[in-house]
């Protein structure tokens, strides 16, 4: 059973930085695509950036050249980098994993519990 673990959200105000990590047991972290998606209250859950085994990336619009998905495998762990956060990034942000390559659609088998991103103006 895959388990994937969240941390490193909190409250930051706008313009700031935050780096979510997300921690995979071994059967979730062999996968072939993980991804982060986040959900605000009343929204869908959107794709904001995911990375396959190969490493080749893709990005939400409403993040690219702020957001950054990397992984260690080393360490089965998944980082999303986050800078110049605005307002509306504000959400529950989760991972999640899967060995089929959904990319940005929500149909990954391995979720997360998710950690929560405050961004105020």
């Known amino acids: 059973q895959g388990t994937l673990v969240e941390s490193g959200g909190g409250s930051v105000q706008a313009g700031g930085s935050l780096r979510l990590s997300c921690a995979a047991n071994?059967?979730?972290?062999?996968?072939?695509?993980f991804g982060w998606f986040r959900q605000a209250p009343g929204k869908e859950r959107e794709g904001v950036a995911v990375i396959d085994s190969d490493g080749s990336t893709s990005y939400a619009d409403s993040v690219k050249g702020r957001f950054t998905i990397s992984k260690d495998n080393a360490k089965r762990t998944l980082y999303l980098q986050m800078n110049s956060l605005k307002p509306e990034d504000s959400a529950m942000y989760y991972c999640?994993?899967?060995?089929?390559?959904?990319?940005?659609?929500?149909?990954?088998?391995?979720w997360g519990q998710g950690t929560q991103v405050t961004v105020s103006s």
């Open positions: 071994r059967d979730a972290y062999g996968s072939s695509c």
């Open positions: 999640a994993a899967d060995r089929v390559a959904w990319w940005l659609l929500p149909e990954y088998n391995y």
